[in-house]
C-alpha cells in the first residue's frame, strides 16, 4: 500500500507556472505507476498525465499536451507535474494517484486504487 500527499497548489496569473509534488510513503514506490488527474467544479476527474514506474515512458491528455511535463524521483519517492503556459482552464483540484504496475497503461479515475487529498490550481485571466 502507498500513501500520497500533493503539494505545490497556489494561485498563478495565466501563461505562469507551477510545479506540483506527490510525495509517497510506503513499500516499494518504484514499482508503482503513478498519474495526476484533475477535477473542476462540476466536472468529472479528467486524466492529465501519468508515467511509468521507471520513469521512461509517459501519457498525456490531449488538452495539456506540450505544457505539462510529468516526472519522477524513485529515491525521493516523489512525482512531479511541472506546469507551463498555465490557460484558466486549467484550474482545479490536482491528485495524484497510483496503481501497482503491471506493465498495462492506465488513463481513467476507477483503475487507480490510491490517492493523495488534492491541491488546488487556479489560473486567473
Do not use: H
Not at 47 to 56: D, E, L, M, Q, R
Amino acid at each position: 500500500q502507498v500513501q500520497l500527499v500533493e503539494s505545490g497548489g497556489g494561485l498563478v496569473q495565466a501563461g505562469g507556472s507551477l510545479r506540483l509534488s506527490c510525495a509517497a510513503s510506503g513499500r516499494a514506490f518504484s514499482t508503482y505507476r503513478m498519474a495526476w488527474f484533475r477535477q473542476a467544479p462540476g466536472k468529472e476527474r479528467e486524466f492529465v498525465a501519468a508515467i511509468n514506474s521507471s520513469g521512461g515512458r509517459t501519457y498525456y491528455a490531449d488538452s495539456v499536451k506540450g505544457r505539462f511535463t510529468i516526472s519522477r524521483d524513485n529515491v525521493k519517492n516523489t512525482v512531479y507535474l511541472q506546469m507551463n503556459s498555465l490557460k484558466p482552464e486549467d484550474t482545479a483540484v490536482y491528485y495524484c494517484a497510483a496503481r501497482y504496475s503491471d506493465g498495462n497503461v492506465y488513463f481513467t479515475r476507477a483503475e487507480y486504487p490510491y490517492w493523495g487529498q488534492g491541491t488546488q490550481v487556479t489560473v486567473s485571466s
